[in-house]
Each structure stands twice: as C-alpha cells, then as structure tokens.
C-alpha cells in the first residue's frame, strides 16, 4: 500500500477527531446551560387587564409571569399581595410588569386623589362639545382657560386669557341633575390647579362662559395678552370710560374782583315855591312854607 495515501488517511481521521470532540463540547455545554435556565427563572407581578389612573388594584387585575432573574425590572414586584389595594397613578398595560413608581401608598385613597401633588387641587368644571374641544381634551394633555363675559364698568362683552398652561386630569361625563331633578350626562374636565388658580377658574366659570384651548405639551411659554372687546371685531376702537371717582375735577372759575359800593349822595331838596307880589311900584318875592325872617319883605 502506498505510504502516501497512509499519511493522507491518519491525517483525515485525526482532523475528524477534533472536529468530533469540538462539537460534543459544545453541545455538552449548550444541555447543561438548558437544564440551568429553569432555576433561573423569577416571578413577576403582570397586568392581567389595562389598568387606568385612579383604578384600585384588585387580585383580578393580576397575574403572574416569569423572567430570568438578569431581566428583572427595576421596581417591580414578585407577590401579588405588595400590589393588591394600591392605587394607580399611571397608566399600565396589559401583560406589562407592575412597577413601584405607576402605583401610589396604599391608602391614600381613591380616584383622583393620589395623583394630586401636595400643595395642588383638582377642579372640575362642565364644559360642552365645543369650550370641551368637542372631545379632544385627554388627560395629561395641557390647555388654556379663556373666559368671556361683561366686567363691571364696562358697556361691552370682553374675552380674555386667564389661565394657561393647565394639565387635565381626566376628562369624561358625569351624572348630574336638571332642573326637574331628572338625570343628565354632562361632560366635565378636571384641571390641576393650585389655590389661586383654582379660585380663578371657579369664578370665571360662576362669571362667564370659559373655552377650552388646547396646546402643545412641550410649550411652556406664558403669553401676555390684553384681551380682545366686541367693538375691535368690527374695527372699532375701543373707548374705555373712566370711573366717576377718577375724573379729574372741572376747574373752578376765577373769582372776578368786586368794585367797591359808593354810597350815592342825597338828593338836594327841592326848590321852595316862590309868589311875585307887586305892590305898585314895589315888587317882592314871597316863598311859601318857609318862615320868613322879621326883616324880609
């Protein structure tokens, strides 16, 4: 037999060898890691359901999932007993791990009130399809609050802006009473306001007729604007009257300088009545009603 094709032969068999013992330990390796995958595994608290902000989380709300213990995620839970009666402050999806931070304390209550900051109020004002913008107001969107009405003083109807930047906590329909005391649907919008913003707003819906308008979230920007009256949709320009009390007084005349009165002097008295007598060649006057001294004639 030829020597070459010997050497050619121990040299093939030797290389399918190494090939052989690479490939069972890598396959003895990849079992052991298989068989190690299940002691490796974890609970995880799951959404069984889409939970909403201000639902109470109940046992049916849940279920229980596994992961590998490197996948845990930050914040969640492994029993559903430290998740049961909290409440939710942040939307959860179906099948999402229940973290820490989408749940409130359990026990500070239900609804809207856990996701109220400290020092912040929630009002609720009813507004219609058009001041609602006819359904588009979402909760964590932001809105301005403009107000139309007449203030005192004034002879016309004023639109001005007097909240901005509002978040919306939640908006939908509540059941309220008519007149009659029949129930009706009216749809609300609940704004997170803190006390000053609240009071204004609460007057401002007691006042007047509020809109609605919805903004970008990522505008933050407060704009100054002065209002807009009746007569300026018309190209009138407005005349503001000023109050009574802050007219400036009309001037006073000038004093005119008085002459000083002269007393006139009296009349003189009268002349006396005088008689001509001729006596033939002698004439003489003679007054009448005047004593006439002995030596006249």
Known sequence: MDRRFLTVLGVSLLFALVISSVFYQMTARAGSTKKAEPSDLKDVVLAARPLSVGTTV????????????????KGAFSKAEEVIDRPVISNVLIDEPVLEGRLAARGSGQGLAP???????????RVNDVTGISGFVLPGMRVDVLVTGRPPNSDGTITATVLQNMVVLSAGTAIQA?????????????????PEQAETLTLANTEGRIQL????????????????????LYGVRPVHKKPASDAPAPPRPRAQPVAAVVAAPPPPPPPPDQIVVIRGTTKTVEVVGVNRNPGDK
Request: aromatic letters at 2%.
């Open 178 to 194: 008519d007149t009659r005391g029949n129930a009706i649907q009216a749809a609300t919008v609940t704004l997170l306001a803190t």
């Open 58 to 73: 109940k046992p049916a709300d849940l279920k229980l999932g596994k992961v590998p213990s490197a996948a845990f995620p």
């Open 213 to 232: 308008v919805l903004r970008n979230g990522s505008d933050q920007t407060i704009e100054k604007t002065a209002g807009r009256e009746v007569s300026e």
């Open 115 to 125: 996701i109220i900051p400290v020092g912040m109020r929630a009002v609720t004002v």
